[in-house]
């Protein structure tokens, strides 16, 4: 092979991979901090499926979790609906920047943390995982310090990603709920009228939706008939799961129609629809074991 000819090859090769981390959108800024919180998952004290009471003691959680502020970490900004335990979801479209300023406020554990971003672009020094004798600062921010992490959602970022500690403490953290979400539009893709976040992980002895667990205490998602529904689904943490909601069904990619869907560890989805079903729905879990330790919730439409 001639050199003009590799050379052309290299060229052919690279420019696409630079083209789809290519920043001409917006620039959104993020200020994240991980701090501790009294978490409850199951704030009625009930199994409202099985009419069962449950021990105060087994659904309380001292953890640390991403929670989002005012510039320079002024003032903690409210919990968005539905949020639970999980961080802040991070929204952008194709081409946008996203510059994430991150503070380490574990005064519970005291341990090391990062943010490691799924889907997205980045250098090295923003990819938040630990490899030691190699990471930088922002793979072990340890307490009282800050880093700043450089992302891009590129033209392959469209979708629903998570972010989670990726320190030397990712397997406790990520246990006690130390995790968000990334939600990418494409440039100029209309945003649904409801966007539901379901977010599955174990959680304690309970297995959990946005770290709460049965009904009447997992999110209740609400719509009216007529508008546009986009379910984004994500997992972290040792158990596959299969998401269903009652009386639905939508496509997959090859059009085939579905109303269950797997999903493995640091996996995610998304599914939309146009709802024409009135009613008062399940969704969960569908491997039983889970829905009856909590993965279970309810989906309200109205006229």
């Known amino acids: 092979m001639s050199r003009r000819l590799a050379t052309f090859l290299l060229i052919a090769l ?3 991979l630079l083209a789809a981390g290519r920043a001409d959108g917006r ?3 993020h200020w994240i901090a991980a701090e501790p919180v009294d978490w409850e998952m199951a704030p009625n004290g009930r199994d409202a499926i099985h009419g069962a009471s449950l021990d105060p003691a087994s659904t309380h959680l001292r953890t640390v979790v991403y929670r989002e502020y005012s510039p320079n970490w002024r003032k903690r900004l409210p919990a968005g609906r539905g949020q639970g335990i999980t961080g802040p979801m ?4 194709v081409g946008d920047r996203l510059v994430i300023h991150f503070k380490n406020r574990d005064t519970l554990f005291r341990r090391p943390h990062s943010m490691h971003f799924h889907g997205v672009h980045y250098p090295f020094g923003s990819d938040g995982s630990y490899i030691p004798g190699f990471s930088g600062m922002g793979a072990k921010v340890m307490p009282g310090e800050d880093y700043t992490y450089q992302l891009v959602a590129g033209e392959d970022s469209r979708g629903v990603w998570s972010y ?6 990712m397997d406790p953290s990520i246990a006690g709920g130390l995790y968000g979400s990334l939600s990418i539009l494409g440039r100029r893709e209309r945003r649904p009228d409801r966007e539901f976040l379901v977010f599955m992980s174990q959680l304690g002895d309970y297995s959990a939706i946005n770290g709460r667990a ?20 994500l997992t972290l943490g040792d158990d596959f799961h299969t998401f269903h909601v009652h ?10 129609p579905e109303d269950t869907r797997a999903i493995g560890p640091a996996e995610s989805f ?3 629809w146009r709802e024409d079903r009135p009613g008062t729905w399940l969704y969960h879990c569908h491997v039983e074991s889970h829905m009856a330790h909590g993965m279970i919730g309810i989906y309200r439409v109205t006229r």
Do not use: C, I, Y
């Not at 991070?90 to 479209?93: A, I």
């Not at 998602?221 to 546009?228: K, L, P």
């Open 214 to 233: 049965f009904v009447g205490n997992t999110p209740v998602f609400r719509a009216r008939v007529g508008e546009t529904v986009q379910w984004s689904v």
């Open 90 to 93: 991070l929204r952008g479209r």
């Open 164 to 169: 989670h500690d990726h320190s030397p403490s």
């Open 247 to 256: 009386g639905h069904r939508w496509r997959r990619p090859d059009g085939t």
């Open 27 to 29: 620039t959104r800024e």
């Open 14 to 16: 690279v420019l696409p």
């Open 270 to 272: 998304t599914v939309r």
